[in-house]
C-alpha cells in the first residue's frame, strides 16, 4: 500500500463529515487535505483507543519525533511520507502538527475543565489548529481567514462535544466546564452515570446556544475575497450545524446513544454548498 493510499483509507474508514467536504477539491489540495487529516486522526486515535496511559504517552512522544523527523526530510510513517511532498506548497508547518499532539497530550492528563476559557484552550490544540492549517490548504489569500478558520474550528468542537458526551463519559471524560454544571445543579456523576434530566437539557440548551452563536461569529469572519477558496470550510459548518440541530431537536438525549446524520444527508448538505456557494 502507498502512502497515498493509506491516507485514503485511513480518511474514508473514519466515517468522519470531513471527508464529504474533501471530495470537491482539486486533486493537490485533496491530496494535502486527506494527509492532514490521517495524521490528525492517527494521534487522535491513540487517546482514544489506547487503554495505558503510560503506552499512549510513549506514542504521541514517538509522534513528535516523526513530525520532527519528518520537517527534517526524513519521514518514516505512511502519513508523513504522504503529507511532506505537499507540506511546504500548502503552508504546512511543523510547529501546526506539534501543537495538535500537545491537544491530545491534554487528553492525557486532564478529564474535566473548571470554566469555558479552559475548554477553549483545548479546542484551539484540537481543532483551531487544525482550522488554521485546512484553510491554507483549502486556498486562504485573505490573512483575516485565520480568525474565521480558529473560529470555525472551535464550533465544530463544540458540536462534538455535545454530540460525544455520552462516549466520552465512558472514557471518564467530560469536556462540559465544571462551573456550568454547577450553574445547571448537574453533578458530574450524573454525567458519568449517564443519567438525562431536566437538568441536563437546561444545561446543554446553553451551550449549544453557545455553539451557534460560535458559528454565526465564524461565518461573520469570513473575508467576501476567500468565500470562494473556503466552501469545504463552509460545508463542515453545514454539516455540523444541521447535526447540533438534530441533536437538539432530539431533546439531546445524546448520553446513551450517538446521535448522527446519513451519508446521504452529508453528501446533499456538501454538494449544496457547492453548488450554491453559501450554508
Not at 253 to 270: C, D, E, G, I, M
Request: proline share 4%.
Amino acid at each position: 500500500m502507498t502512502p497515498a493510499q493509506y491516507v485514503q483509507q485511513k480518511a474514508a474508514a473514519s466515517g468522519s463529515s470531513f471527508y464529504y467536504a474533501f471530495l470537491f477539491l482539486p486533486t493537490r489540495r485533496r491530496a494535502a487535505i486527506t494527509a492532514f487529516y490521517a495524521f490528525c486522526r492517527e494521534v487522535d486515535d491513540v487517546v482514544d483507543e489506547v487503554r495505558d496511559p503510560g503506552v499512549a504517552a510513549t506514542k504521541l512522544a514517538w509522534w513528535r519525533t516523526e513530525v520532527a523527523q519528518a520537517f527534517a526530510g526524513e519521514p518514516r510513517h505512511p502519513v508523513m511520507q504522504a503529507l511532506m511532498p505537499l507540506a511546504a506548497e500548502h503552508g504546512i508547518e511543523a510547529a501546526q502538527l506539534q501543537q495538535i499532539i500537545d491537544g491530545c497530550q491534554m487528553d492525557l492528563e486532564q478529564t474535566r475543565y473548571l470554566d469555558f476559557p479552559g475548554l477553549k484552550r483545548y479546542c484551539h490544540l484540537v481543532a483551531g489548529v487544525v482550522g488554521e492549517v485546512s484553510a491554507r490548504i483549502f486556498g486562504q489569500a485573505d490573512p483575516q481567514t485565520t480568525a474565521y478558520a480558529h473560529t470555525l474550528g472551535l464550533a465544530l468542537q463544540l458540536t462534538n462535544i455535545l454530540r460525544d458526551v455520552g462516549e466520552d463519559a465512558l472514557r471518564g471524560r467530560i469536556y462540559l466546564p465544571m462551573n456550568e454544571l454547577q450553574q445547571f445543579d448537574v453533578k458530574a456523576h450524573e454525567v458519568l452515570n449517564r443519567i438525562h434530566s431536566d437538568r441536563f437539557v437546561a444545561m446543554m440548551k446553553f451551550q449549544a446556544e453557545r455553539a451557534h452563536r460560535t458559528y454565526d461569529e465564524a461565518l461573520a469572519l469570513l473575508p467576501a475575497a476567500d468565500r470562494r477558496s473556503q466552501k469545504p470550510g463552509l460545508m463542515m459548518a453545514s454539516i455540523y450545524r444541521a447535526l447540533l440541530r438534530e441533536i437538539e431537536r432530539d431533546d439531546f438525549q445524546v448520553l446513551n446513544q450517538r446521535v448522527s446524520l446519513t451519508p446521504l444527508r452529508k453528501f446533499w448538505l456538501a454538494w449544496r454548498v457547492q453548488a450554491l456557494g453559501r450554508i
